[in-house]
């Protein structure tokens, strides 16, 4: 059977087919340029500008005017394009903050939630490590007062706070807390005790060395005339004592 070509076609059909793809084009011209005016009247800071400023926080280590100079700028942006994402970075610069949730409340009020970073121990010279064996860097006249100091490879903080948290807790029945607490690059464990006695575990089981220690410290450790200045616990069977203003001294 024939076919009709496009030039056998009658003109008006040809018209009509124009005129429609014509109409098509204004339509999605139209509605592209009302979608492009909405978004410019909706992102108009001066149309739908932000009102209110909420913060959570608790303040321990920050405080109001570093927030503020921080949160400002972005103030100018209005509710629509506010940016929560850059704020966030911005605010997690700030080296007491652990953690930042940022929610819009329409239609017009930013609400802030601020966690702050838990110290546990100083690291190093300048670091401090926090409650998820995580280090940073807080200003100098930030850190607070004592805190137990870790030393330890890079490599290693996380191992050297799960240790220190298991040792913490089988001294404290003793009245006994770290003040401080190092491993060597051999992973070797050293610790001082707030009684100022050094502890030195050594690498191979340590906690069943400590255990030997808990165990034989009240018979042996409690006297108040016997101070004991250091105590060797890398022994298989024992240790050796270094007494406070005496010699070295073994025991089994």
């Given at each position: 059977m024939a076919t009709m070509s496009d030039d056998t076609k009658?003109?008006?059909?040809q018209l009509s087919t124009r005129l429609f793809r014509i109409l098509q084009l204004l339509v999605g011209l139209i509605l592209i340029l009302g979608l492009v005016y909405g978004w410019k009247c909706l992102s108009d800071?001066?149309?739908?500008?932000i009102r209110s400023i909420k913060i959570d926080s608790s303040y321990q280590h920050i405080d109001q005017p570093s927030l503020k100079e921080i949160i400002s700028p972005y103030l100018n942006q209005g509710f629509i394009r506010f940016g929560t994402n850059a704020l966030k970075e911005d605010l997690l610069k700030l080296p007491w903050i652990a953690d930042v949730?940022?929610?819009?409340t329409w239609p017009d009020t930013v609400i802030i939630h601020i966690t702050e970073q838990q110290a546990v121990a100083r690291f190093g010279q300048t670091d401090l490590l926090n409650d998820?064996?995580?280090?940073?860097?807080?200003?100098?006249?930030?850190?607070?007062a004592g805190l137990p100091l870790f030393n330890a490879p890079a490599d290693q903080i996380d191992s050297l706070w799960k240790n220190f948290q298991t040792i913490s807790d089988l001294l404290a029945p003793l009245g006994l807390t770290i003040t401080q607490f190092m491993m060597d690059d051999r992973l070797s464990?050293?610790?001082i005790l707030n009684n100022g006695t050094i502890l030195l575990l050594g690498k191979t089981d340590p906690l069943l060395r400590l255990q030997r220690f808990v165990k034989v410290y009240p018979h042996v450790f409690t006297s108040a005339k016997m101070r004991a200045d250091y105590i060797d616990l890398r022994y298989e069977n024992g240790a050796a004592i270094n007494w406070h203003n005496t010699q070295?001294?073994?025991t089994k």
């Open positions: 009658p003109a008006i059909y800071p001066l149309k739908f500008p949730r940022i929610a819009r998820k064996g995580q280090t940073f860097s807080p200003p100098a006249n930030t850190i607070p464990l050293k610790m070295e001294t073994r």
